[in-house]
């Protein structure tokens, strides 16, 4: 054992076993295996924990444990690499399991949002319903929502959902906002009221903060240490806000960047009115946001030939303009900069283009050709991008060769995508949130089932995949006693034997 070695034979001298090891810190995998080789004494060196558990590290694979939660680091490198391979097989041929993530027949999907494989959804009948896509039993409770004065008439429609790794945020037509707490369960922790319609929510990303935009102010809220809420600031804005986002990782106050036709703010509490970027008559027409950079899309028009459509860098920090990016004649419709690689993004066009833009160079590192209607979704990794499109295709996309992989069709458009390692969430919401002629009678709560959009959950890991995994028919909690239509449950309940 390598505690018994005190000296390592290096050529024609001996070394201790501590400054042996140093050495060998410089290798890689091939060199440390060919090492192995050399000698038993070498293989012994060549092996140790402390190597494999930091090439481990640096290859980012299991960060969260220590060097005494494996025994033998080399084998965990082995099989994380071979996960990752199957992954990426599984995700270029389409390999895997596909669920529709379905809830309240009859009802209009309004927005879906998700995190970490958690995903929210509201309705037209004013529900929102969560779904933990992580666990096979696909349980949907439902965050109960305030209840109104008196009680009377019907519940408002849900305009925006919001979630992250601790909080669900709902805001609802009639200018309510609910704040729930996934740990403490169904009950809101927290309600407040807009006198008028919220036309835009944010939530942090890793925070509590929430920010509202209804009518011409701003509100940011978030608990203090003692989990009362309170309002942080409340700022003026000169115009109609389109786009709301608050700045991830940020130490103290919040900040939140607020895109009002063409003007963008920069909202902090010590600085309510900062302007970050005003060109007169070029609205922006996206807004995304990290740590330390905005990055939104402006629109110009005719008498501004010589400027073509752009998506413009800022530094959030100096409130400068780092780069300007893409020379299209369509509007940029999205752009993601958070989920995106490092000194790279991702943006969608009207002229039915996805764009990967590096920011270094200020030019596009690839151009594809993706849907007939013009893109309005888009996130991306190191080696593959998912786009989703108005007319309703998704679309999985090899980055550096360029070419499509597969793609998958429903019927309303693509709003939101969000996909990691193993999994991919979709989601099609239709425009229309009444349709005429859905339903037999005006009373009919019922609308058909073509025009209430969908949710998709694709799952491409191979511990999911295995023998003894369920059937997506068999995943039902068998909860509801009542049939319906579309809600047909199982008569016998194979999964609880």
């Known amino acids: 054992f390598q505690n018994e070695i005190n000296e390592v034979p290096f050529f024609d001298v001996q070394l201790p076993y501590e400054l042996a090891l140093k050495i060998f810190r410089y290798l890689g995998k091939a060199e440390l295996g060919r090492c192995a080789q050399v000698s038993k004494t070498w293989k012994i060196l060549a092996e140790d924990e402390v190597l494999w558990y930091r090439l481990c590290q640096e290859e980012g694979y299991l960060l969260d444990m220590s060097i005494s939660d494996h025994s033998c680091w080399k084998l965990a490198l082995k099989n994380c690499r071979a996960r990752e391979h199957m992954l990426k097989t599984n995700w270029k041929n389409r390999v895997g399991a596909v669920s529709q993530l379905r809830y309240e027949p009859g009802r209009v999907l309004c927005d879906v949002h998700s995190c970490n494989g958690v995903v929210m959804a509201g309705y037209t009948s004013g529900e929102v319903r969560l779904w933990d896509t992580r666990t096979w039993d696909y349980t949907a409770p439902v965050l109960a929502a305030v209840a109104g004065p008196g009680g009377a008439g019907a519940p408002p429609h849900v305009s925006f959902v919001r979630i992250n790794s601790s909080l ?136 501004l030939l010589n400027e073509p459509n752009q998506i413009l860098l800022y530094n959030l920090e100096t409130n400068q303009c780092v780069t300007k990016v893409g020379n299209s004649i369509g509007d940029f419709s999205c752009v993601n900069l958070h989920n995106s690689p490092p000194n790279m993004l991702v943006a969608g066009n009207k002229d039915r283009r996805v764009r990967v833009f590096d920011v270094r160079r200020g030019a596009a590192a690839c151009s594809l050709y993706a849907h007939q209607l013009g893109v309005s979704a888009v996130q991306m990794d190191e080696w593959k991008m998912v786009s989703g499109g108005e007319e309703g295709l998704v679309c999985v996309w090899d980055q550096r060769m360029g070419t499509k992989l597969w793609e998958m069709h429903a019927r309303h458009p693509v709003r939101h995508v969000w996909f990691n390692s193993h999994s991919l969430i979709t989601a099609n919401i239709p425009e229309e949130k009444n349709p005429r002629g859905s339903s037999i009678t005006e009373d009919d709560p019922s609308v058909h089932r073509k025009y209430r959009g969908t949710i998709y959950s694709y799952e491409f890991s191979v511990d999911q995949l295995a023998v003894e995994s369920v059937l997506p028919i068999c995943r039902s909690s068998y909860d509801e006693l009542t049939g319906y239509n579309y809600n047909i449950g199982l008569a016998v309940p194979y999964d609880s034997i």
Request: with cysteine.
């Open 168 to 303: 669900a945020v709902a805001a609802y037509e009639d200018g309510t906002v609910s704040v729930w707490s996934l740990m403490l369960g169904q009950e809101p922790i927290h309600h407040f009221q807009h006198n008028q319609r919220i036309q835009a929510l944010a939530l942090a990303p890793g925070g509590t903060a929430v920010a509202t935009a209804s009518g011409f102010e701003v509100k940011v809220e978030s608990p203090d240490d003692k989990g009362f809420w309170q309002t942080l600031g409340t700022f003026e804005i000169q115009k109609l806000v389109n786009f709301l986002n608050l700045v991830p990782d940020v130490t103290g106050s919040p900040v939140a960047v607020a895109a009002a036709e063409d003007i963008v703010y920069l909202l902090k509490a010590e600085d309510p009115g900062k302007v970050l970027h005003s060109v007169y008559g070029q609205p922006v027409t996206c807004l995304d946001v990290s740590a330390h950079e905005a990055a939104f899309g402006i629109k110009t028009f005719g008498w």
